[in-house]
């Protein structure tokens, strides 16, 4: 199959065109629009240096809240009430340490000040949130993502 160059207009080939890897297309830009018709679309940026990568893999890994389950071991953890958990509370510093978590067999991350701005930009205009974890008012942990209608697209996940 062929990987897709985009141009300025705001489209992706059929998602049923990717690599076997996912990889879509190349190219195009980070502005609201593309992102959210790609992330509409089961599509995501992932990318190191330019060109911007756009992937749909399949399958895509789902998680369902009511099937999600607490392990033993985690349960005194949570029990002792030692964290504090909140929503939309700091984006920016989620997004950021998202960035400088070291990420086993990778030499880098994808999170560059690019994206960094682009989804600081979707979380001002509503559609990017974050979760955050907090123990002795420190953050230890938390995540980010798109929200679009009752669906929560995990960007990553962060483990300070």
């Known amino acids: 199959m062929a990987i897709f160059a985009l141009d300025d207009t705001f489209h992706f080939p059929p998602v049923h065109l990717a690599e076997a890897d996912g990889l879509l297309a190349i190219g195009g830009d980070l502005s609201v629009d593309r992102l959210l ?6 599509i ?13 893999p399949n399958p895509r890994f789902v998680l369902f809240p009511n099937e999600l389950r607490v392990s033993k071991s985690l349960r005194p953890l949570l029990n002792r009430n030692a964290f504090k958990f909140t ?4 984006f920016k510093n989620v997004i950021t340490h998202c960035k400088s978590v070291p990420r086993a067999g990778q030499d880098g991350t994808w999170i560059n000040e690019e994206i960094i701005a682009a989804y600081t930009k979707l979380h001002e205009l509503g559609y ?4 955050e974890v907090w ?19 995990v960007k990553v996940c962060l483990a300070l």
């Open 37 to 42: 018709l790609a992330y509409q679309s089961g």
């Open 44 to 56: 995501f940026p992932w990318y190191s240096e330019l060109p911007i990568l756009w992937w749909c």
């Open 87 to 90: 929503v939309n509370k700091d």
């Open 128 to 131: 990017a949130h974050s979760a």
């Open 135 to 153: 123990l002795d008012d420190k953050l230890v942990g938390g995540l980010y993502g798109i929200r679009l209608g009752k669906v929560f697209l």
